[in-house]
């Protein structure tokens, strides 16, 4: 059974922070790379950041920098420090797998960003 718990989501004004966390099933936090994906308005799914069990962290080209993905293996959590946020980054934030499962997503995380 797969489960997925986003938490962190909230409302900040541009520049603002904000940090998500997501507790994951054994089933998904085994796989090699584990990391967050937001569905923004207007747009399909994509990825905002991985990270692999060897440590190496990928970040979507939009990140440039902003944002810091971590994961603690002992607690199967996976954790996205985000800075400097923008309206742009408004939308639900989803914790998963690499590659993604089609149909095995959890209830997200809301993200809003003012300007």
């Known amino acids: 059974q797969v489960q997925l718990v986003e938490s962190g989501g909230g409302s900040v004004q541009t520049g603002g922070s904000l940090t998500l966390s997501c507790t994951a099933s054994?089933?998904?936090?085994?796989?090699?790379?584990v990391g967050w994906y937001r569905q923004t308005p207007g747009k399909q799914r994509q990825m905002v950041a991985l990270?692999?069990?060897?440590?190496?962290?990928s970040y979507g080209a939009f990140v440039k920098g902003r944002f810091y993905v971590s994961r603690d293996n002992l607690k199967n959590t996976v954790t996205l420090q985000m800075d400097n946020l923008n309206p742009e980054d408004t939308g639900i934030y989803y914790c998963?797998?690499?590659?993604?499962?089609?149909?095995?997503w959890g209830q997200g995380t809301q993200v809003t960003v003012s300007s």
């Open positions: 054994s089933n998904i936090f085994s796989a090699d790379a």
């Open positions: 990270a692999q069990l060897n440590r190496v962290k």
């Open positions: 998963n797998k690499w590659p993604p499962p089609a149909d095995s």
